[in-house]
Structure formats: C-alpha cells, structure tokens
C-alpha cells in the first residue's frame, strides 16, 4: 500500500470545518478567574508608585499585582543553546521591577470572576512613572541600556576564508546597505491562556498550549519552583503559530502562577491591540554588505556586517534569529570566503523573537538584492550571475566550515542547477522577459525576476512516538510534536499507514499532551515530518514485524513471504487468493496471551544534522509611476523537498508562506515614533494583504534530491514559501524600474518606491 506521496485530504479538518474546534476561547473550567494585564504606556521610565486601590475595591475583583507580587519569581529564561554573552542580563520578569522598557510590558495584572470587569478594573490602576529617553533607533551607537547592560549586549562573528585576501585580488568590489523593517506573524487566533489546579491529581495544568509543549513544561516548571511530575501542558486547536505563539511570554506565568497559587483556574485572552504590542517582533535587521568578484561575475569573498533590533528583553529564543542570520546568508552560492559580524541590539521597543523563515527571509532579502547589484555594476544579467555562482551538482555534500547552534552547516544533497532550470521551463521565462521587455519599451513599469534559496529545517536532535494497535486493530501514534494547522495528524498517519499497510484514515494521531509522552520538541524549525515522520516509520516497522511474526505462525508461511496490504495479511502477490488473516486478527491474538491492552512500541529518530533544501521564486509585478504602487501579476515558487508525503499539504505550505512574505515584502510594519510609541495597533495601520492583494501562488514541488540524513529521505516544507518571497518581489520591482538591486529596504511602501524613483 502506498501512502507517502498521496495528496490525501487532511483528518484534522473535520472539527475545523464545524466549528467544534477547541481553541484557547473556547475552554472553561467552572469558577475560573479571568486576567487583564495593565501594560506600560510608556517605552522607558522608572515606576514611582502603581495606585491599585480603586482597581481591588472593584465589583468581581479577586485579587489584583504588581511587580512586588511576583518578585520572586525569576526572569524567563533563554532556551538552552541560545544565549550569548550578556543576553541573561537582558531576560524579561513577568511584571515589571521598578522600570518599564517598552510600551505594552505588563505591570500588573488584575484577576476577576468575569473578563469584562476584570479590564473595567484594568482601567482603575494609576501608575506614577518618571519617563525617561527611550532608545528607539536601531543604529543609533552603543550607550548605557540599563545597569550594567549595554544596548549592544553580543557582538559575534561566523565567517571563513581569506577576506582581505579576496578583496585585495578582486576585478570589482560591490558596497551595498539594505534593511528589512518589524513585522510578525498575526496568527488569526490571539494568544491565550487556562491554567487549572487538578486537585485530583494534586498537580497543575496548562490547557491549550501551543508549539512547543513539553519544552515549556520545563521551562515553566523551572520559573514556578514546581517538580515537573506535577506539571502538565495540554494543546487545543490552535489557530496560526508562525513561530509567534507559543513561546514562554510573562502572561502565561502568570497565569499558571495565579492558578497555583490560588488553587482555581484562571484564563487569560489578549485582544488584538495587545497581540499588536506584546507578543514578540521579528525581522528587523540592517545589512552592510560588500562583496568582491571577479570580471565574471564570480563572487570571490563576501563580507557582511549587521544591526538585530532585539527590542526591548531578550526573549525565549535568544540569538536564535541573528545566529541564523549569519550563517544562511550565504544560501546556495559558492562563497570562497565569507564573514558576519552580527550585533544584537536592545531598544526601548516591543521584544523579538522568531517568525516563520527566521534569518532566511531577511537574508535572502540581502543576498539576491546584492546579486542585483553586482549585475547591474558588470553590465550582466542577474540570473546569469546566479547561475555562475550556484553550487554545482558534483561538489554535494556540501559543507561550509562553521556551525548553526552546535551542528555543522552540511548540504546533504541537491542539484541546484538542475532545479533552477525545470523552473525557468515551468514559468516560460524566457518568453516572459520578452515579454516584460517589450512592456518596458512601451513604456510600462512592468519586469519580472527569479531569486535563489536554501532553505533550512527538519532540525533534531530527536523526537519519540508510541505506536499502539488494539486488539481491533485501531492504531494511536503518540508524540510531542504539536500541530499549529501545518497538517501534522495527516501526514504522521501516512507515514505509519505505509508501514503498517492500513488504511490512513483508521490511525489517531495524539500530539501535544506532556501526560501522553514524556518528552517531545514540538513544532519548531520545520521539523515534524522528517522527525516524527522517522521515528513513526522505525516503531510502526516493529509493530509490522510483530503482526508479520504471529501471521507466519498462523498461516504456517515463512515471515519473509508475507507482505501486509489494506490491512490484510498474506503471501505476497496473492494476498486476497490464498490463506490470509487481518491485522486487527493478528494484533489480538498477540494480544490474547498478553496481560496488555495493545502492541506498543516507543521509538526514538535521533539526528545531529539538518535538512537542506533548495528554492526559487519568480515575481512579475507592475509600478504604477504615478502612485509608486506595485502589482503584483504573477507569483510562482520551486522546491525541492526530497520526497514529499503529501504533495498537497507541501503546496499549502508554500502558498501560505508566500502570502505572508507577500505581505513584508509590500505591506506589514510595525512602526515607532520618537518617544517609542507604537504606531501599528491595529489592522488599519499594520497592513495584512488579502486576496485582493495576492495573486494565485503557482507551486512547482520537486523530488529530485532526497535527503541524505534519515530512512525516509524527507526534507522540510514549513517555511520555504516565505524564505525567498521578500527577495523576489523586490528583484520584480528593480527589474520593472530597470534598476536590479535598487529596492534597499522592506516593505517597499509606496513612499519609499516613490523616493527611489524620484533619485533615479
């Protein structure tokens, strides 16, 4: 039976679809609190006093805090393997001590019998705070942050190769400064959080969780002094994660610290303006970049230099964001010799974290816009000089000699030139630049361009699952991944209803429960088909022997001679013709002499490298010369995910990356004043694209270059979408104004196309 590679229609829309999904809104527990958070309405000052008297004298209130009410619980912590220098001086509290460093921190919280007068109360506190200069401006040179933090806590460098060397010996030198502004994720569903003491079980619980489960079981159990036995995270539906949701933020603490403090469940909801302010920023880097080439176009060393607004703390992820930065800048090239000096930066705004293609869509940005430049400094076409310095099909594996996060930068396999081309088919672009050629002589704005892109994912080091069949010959596959819409119980059923040889629809996939399985990664990285998809494929392969084993002994045929199809089990080419039992048959007589109710088998995928694949995006676009608005006419993306599970989950991905990185590239920001005031709290100032916007996302999924680092060969699809979507919109534009490398900044807004073409 064949599964892997079949676009079978997902399991887990079926609650989606009539509306009996169980998101954060939509648990309760009887005689919950509700939590509003008070946030700082100020980017930097020192907190004199915060008035909460009327606040506690409200109707419905329980119990309202200030930072003094929590001072004993620690900052929140880095995840382990991101930290870097002084970045633990730079954690976050959960409500702020005695100063406030952006607009939006929590400084107290208010717990009601009802969400409404829980804000009606929010609203009564009065806080005295002196205000201080804000630090706003990424660029601006290193000063005093807070005591004994400079605004510049890390500086590193991840390089190799002989740089003054290269530049010494160079035909040309290309200089160039590009920069890509804040956006985030914006899932559809708000953050949120139920904490609920299970006096029953006398430990305490955290429903709908999201992402990364048991990974915040840790890190929460470590913050509220529990053992972590008495700690349990629970995942509800989850609408959007991005890399946004999910992370360990001070209102969750909160949340569960209230709950285990007072023994009642408490929930706590964000509106819209709080998401917009508080959950993390991603993106905003600034690049001075220069490269040194050859008469050819061959890029000999690039040497790159860069600013990583971190805001205001430095979150879960630490230098998770700039790491990747520096190290994916390079994507599919050969780069001779290579240098990135990253700086992280602290600001008197909203906090940083990851969002979906973290470093690669801004370096992607930077790296096909300086292949622009050098074009248009040589006189040559742009996609000639990608093609001259593409890693050729005979130098994979290919390694770089620095690391991401302890493991080597390793290209397991690809042929890059061979994909670009089936691309170029597929599109018609040499016809389509005739065309847009002919445009542009008519006068018309109109140009069309294709970047290149790795993409990086299927990240380790494990992932554990259970395997259970029933005596009925119902099978659970048990796992710590968590799903955040991407399609994890389809795919992971898949997986296992090949190995098995049933029916994929008959498989439950449990994911997100830390009771269920002791340990997990969840949903980061792009991880969860080659992780779990593995260790599904090595515990359903010893269920398969076990079921392979009884059936021998029952059909009296050699084990080897059988094969398992739709879930009958007999000689191989004549299953249906001769002697044959079912699964559920052979799982319960298994289990008939077994003091067991199922056939479970736990197994662990382990892998120290990740996955690497290669992309391209094509963008036709217009410019509008008298509004500098841009069109976008076509949008089409290349992937080579090595063998794809379910093609059309793997098309769904990348249409829905595209949009979003549709949407930096022409639209998201969010903005700042002078004094660190947030300018984008809602969706009339942080612009979205809608259909109206988007194009149709034409998908080309290649299998050309299976994976080399697990069983299954498979590759990651979570992010490449939006990896190169920014890159190719702006190459589109600096075609159409016949000007490649122009664009020096995302989202190129109206105002800034408008400047551009005003200087040309």
């Not at 892997?4 to 009887?30: C, H, K, W, Y």
């Not at 973290?358 to 990608?386: H, K, N, S």
């Not at 190995?499 to 994911?511: C, P």
């Not at 429960?513 to 494929?537: C, F, L, Y």
Request: charged share 20%; net charge negative.
């Amino acid at each position: 039976m064949t599964m892997i590679g079949e676009s079978v229609l997902r399991l887990e829309d079926g609650p989606l679809l009539t509306g009996t999904g169980r998101f954060a809104g939509d648990q309760n527990f009887d005689g919950q609190l509700h939590m509003r958070v008070v946030r700082s309405p100020v980017a930097h000052g020192r907190i004199r006093a915060i008035d909460t008297d009327a606040a506690a004298a409200a109707p419905g209130v329980f119990a309202v805090w200030t930072g003094a009410d929590v001072a004993d619980v620690p900052p929140i912590n880095l995840r382990p393997g991101s930290a870097m220098q002084d970045l633990e001086k730079c954690r976050q509290h959960v409500l702020a001590q005695r100063f406030v460093r952006y607009v939006g921190e929590p400084m107290a919280v208010v717990f009601a019998d009802d969400a409404y007068r829980a804000e009606d109360a929010a609203e009564l506190i009065w806080a005295d705070i002196e205000a201080l200069p804000p630090v706003v401006e990424l660029m601006d040179p290193p000063a005093a942050f807070s005591p004994g933090v400079s605004t510049e806590p890390a500086v590193f460098v991840k390089g190799y190769g002989d740089i003054e060397e290269a530049f010494t010996g160079a035909a040309h030198i290309v200089e160039c400064e590009f920069s890509v502004g804040r956006h985030a994720g914006v899932p559809l569903e708000t953050r949120g959080a139920l904490a609920f003491w299970n006096d029953s079980a006398d430990r305490l619980e955290f429903h709908a969780a999201a992402k990364i489960p048991h990974t915040n079981r840790i890190a929460l159990a470590d913050l509220l002094g529990l053992e972590l036995d008495r700690l349990h995270l629970f995942e509800g539906h989850v609408g959007g994660g991005f890399g946004v949701r999910g992370e360990i933020y001070p209102d969750e603490v909160l949340v569960n610290l209230a709950a285990m403090r007072y023994r009642r469940p408490v929930k706590w909801i964000e509106d819209r303006m709080e998401h917009l302010t508080a959950a993390n920023h991603s993106r905003e880097q600034t690049h001075r970049i220069r490269a040194a080439t050859g008469a050819d176009g061959l890029i000999l060393a690039i040497d790159d230099e860069f600013w990583f607004n971190q805001g205001a703390y430095a979150r879960t992820h630490g230098a998770t964001v700039p790491v990747v930065s520096a190290t994916m800048l390079p994507g599919p090239y050969k780069i001779p010799a290579y240098r990135a000096t990253g700086h992280i930066r602290l600001t008197n705004i909203t906090p940083a974290g990851t969002y979906r293609g973290p470093g690669r869509y801004e370096t992607t940005f930077v790296r096909e816009q300086l292949m622009d430049r050098i074009a248009a400094a040589l006189d040559l076409d742009p996609l000639a000089v990608r093609r001259t310095n593409l890693i050729g099909p005979d130098e994979m594996p290919y390694a770089r000699p620095f690391d991401i996060g302890g493991k080597p930068i390793f290209y397991d396999s690809g042929d890059y030139p061979k994909s670009l081309a089936r691309f170029l088919d597929h599109v018609g672009y040499d016809a389509l630049q005739a065309d847009m050629d002919a445009r542009r002589a008519a006068g018309e704005m109109a140009g069309a361009a294709v970047i290149c892109f790795v993409e990086l994912g299927g990240d380790g080091p494990f992932d554990d699952v259970r395997v259970e069949m029933a005596g009925d010959g119902s099978v659970e596959v048990i796992t710590g991944v968590a799903s955040v819409g991407q399609g994890v119980e389809t795919v992971i059923a898949q997986i296992c209803a090949e190995t098995l040889g049933i029916d994929y629809a008959g498989i439950t996939v449990t994911h997100g429960q830390t009771d269920r399985i002791a340990r997990g990664q969840g949903a980061r990285a792009s991880r969860v088909t080659v992780m779990t998809g593995n260790a599904t494929h090595k515990a359903a392969t010893k269920v398969r022997a076990k079921l392979l084993e009884k059936a021998a002994e029952l059909l009296q045929a050699p084990t080897e001679s059988l094969d398992i199809v739709d879930g009958v089990i007999g000689v191989s080419d004549t299953i249906g013709e001769g002697p044959s039992l079912t699964v559920a048959a052979a799982a319960a007589e298994i289990l008939r002499t077994r003091d067991a109710p199922c056939i479970a088998v736990e197994e662990t995928f382990e892998n120290d490298r990740a996955t690497y694949s290669f992309g391209a995006q094509l963008a036709a676009v217009t410019v509008d010369p008298l509004t500098a608005g841009v069109t976008i006419e076509r949008f089409a993306v290349a992937y080579d995910i090595g063998r794809a599970v379910n093609p059309m989950l793997v098309e769904g991905q990348l249409v829905g990356g595209a949009v979003q990185g549709i949407g930096g590239a022409l639209f998201e920001e969010f903005l700042y004043d002078e004094n660190g005031q947030p300018l984008s709290v809602t969706f009339a100032d942080y612009l979205m694209p809608t259909a109206a916007e988007v194009p149709d996302i034409e998908c080309l999924v290649l299998e050309e270059s299976p994976s080399t680092t697990n069983p299954l060969a498979l590759k990651s699809g979570g992010d490449p979408g939006v990896t190169g979507a920014g890159a190719a919109v702006a190459a589109a534009i600096g075609a159409a104004i016949g000007r490649p490398g122009a664009i020096t900044r995302l989202p190129v807004t109206p105002l800034r196309l408008r400047e551009i073409l005003r200087t040309g």
